[in-house]
């Protein structure tokens, strides 16, 4: 039977871990997603895990690359400045190809920023973060529920293609409580890792955790693997919700909490009588580029409406997808501010009245 | 007829590419004979770092991984953790741990991980072609310190071993040299005892080792030996820091 407890979302992404097989966290205080930190140092010990303060956010990745490289589920969690720090080794994660998950509750930047929530770490999550030619996986969720449920999922895809995971919420996410149906056992399982070094143990040749390939043909032979690896997951891996695409008009994206927002002002424009869809990416990389061009051909559709908490990043990537077809529209919030519904109304009123 | 000597389980067969003189053979060469006298080859994973030896994973015949720059002690932090059985270890140069590597050497010594470190230090940065290390003694010349380094602007010697040491995590630290037959027997010891250390999980244990590189010095091998006895050990004495009385 499903077990139903109101939670926080950075406790929901915790348990989640534990739940899925995540014995170790590593990670450095940082508001606002230092309660993932506090359950687990609560909780690990518990449940035979371990949690380790690390003395920075530097050393709380490396900690992590370690323990991935000895194949066990392992994950760190962070705001936006810290996980700049992290990029070093995230690099280092893509490029030793080893699974972990990162949490990256964000908040507004640049610099130190402010604490309130904020999606303006796209661009960094996205299109790589650190030095070097990769991405990582990465998954926006938009409920508590989903926290808990892509956490799960989000280990067994670090797995299976040997690459970072990385949730990307944001402080309302983060913060917000709601109920959360646990189910008695999570449907996930830990594949072999026969590369790992464990100890040989009996193994006839040792083992050996590197990104480093001195010779340029190797390097590029490393490189096309990876990218490789990256075109079967564009091709396998991309999640994403649309809703209320019938006849629609205008159609929003929005990931995360703007979504949330969104769902409210598409009844609104409903009663003022314009039709409003949504696209909402669930996984930001690989990013549903073939739903948004889908869209983009339906003749009902008039225009695209942009809605996040930022300057505007995503948007490059549904326009890249929309490709000219359609008008794409922005509206967007910085510095820790939401978007109100009247706001984005406001905004639809005038798309569809041409006045944009 | 009766082999008198061969070459260590611990090293695999591959050639080492270090410049001649340089003393990473001979440490690497006593790292591995210890592990393979002390039987755990089979259950040591190293983490290598970087510098000259960023590549000693070809090296070692045990399962090994390569850290970023001056992360190794984390690095071993999170295999220890995860794998307290196996024996870890991080061997790191004087730049990769005393530069850009402090707050991760200091903080896997104070909250005593029981991991082994072994640090080389030549006082030079080698790997990128004889750069100012936070080691390099007060008037050496190289090649960011081109008049000598003068403490005015580029500050004093850090001596690792000793700042160490006053941490309580750190229960065996000792500093030794390389500069003849007597002190290589030594430096082997001390390997052994860091080893013997981690297995009785007492805490962080880091053997210290002087070390020459002939090539950034711009010195004859024999010549770097001496230089290294002169100049070396009065910023740098030898002797055992922390744990000298300790039955392991």
Sequence with gaps: MAEVVLMKGNEAIAESAIRSGCLYYFGYPITPQTEIAAYMAKTMPKRGG?????????????????????????????????????QEGISYLAGSELPALIVNVQRGGPGLGGIQPSQSDYFQATKGGGH????????????????????????????KYRMVCMILGDGTIGQMMEPVAFKEKEDTVEIAKPWATTGMHG????????????????LEAKNRELQEKYREIEEKEVMFESSNLEDAEIVIAAYGTCSRICKNVIRQAAELGIKVGMVRPITLWPFPSKEFARVADMPSVKGFLDVELSSGQMIE???????????????????????????????????????? | MAVVFQKTKGLTDKPFHYCPGCMHGIIHRLIAEVMEEMDILDKTIGVASVGCTYNNYDYFSCDMVQAAHGRAPAVATGIKRCKPEEMVFTYQGDGDLASIGTAEIVHAAARGEKICTFFVNNAVYGMTSGQMAPTTLLGQVTTTSPLGRDAETRGYPINVSEMLSTLTGAVYI??????DYKHIQEAKKAIAKAFRVQQAGLGFAMVEFLSTCPTNWGKEPIEALEWCKEKMVPQYPLGVFKGKDLEV
């Design chain 1, 50 to 86: 371990v949690f380790l303060q690390a003395e920075s956010e530097i050393a709380a990745i490396n900690m992590v690359y370690g323990v991935a490289g000895s194949g066990k589920r392992v994950m760190t969690s962070s705001s936006s400045p810290g996980i700049s720090l992290k």
């Design chain 1, 132 to 159: 070097g030619d990769y991405r990582n996986l990465v998954i926006a969720p938009a409920s508590v529920q989903e926290l808990y449920e892509l956490t799960v999922k989000s280990f067994d895809l670090a797995d």
């Design chain 1, 203 to 218: 193994r006839e040749k040792h083992n050996t955790i590197t990104s480093i390939y001195i010779d340029p043909d190797d």
């Design chain 1, 317 to 356: 990537d549904v326009r890249l997808a929309v490709n000219g077809k359609k008008p794409v529209y922005f509206h967007g919030r910085m510095g820790g501010n939401l978007p109100t519904q009247k706001e984005i109304l406001d905004e639809i009123v005038k798309i569809h009245k041409g006045e944009m």
């Design chain 2, 174 to 179: 000792e500093r030794v040299a390389l500069f």
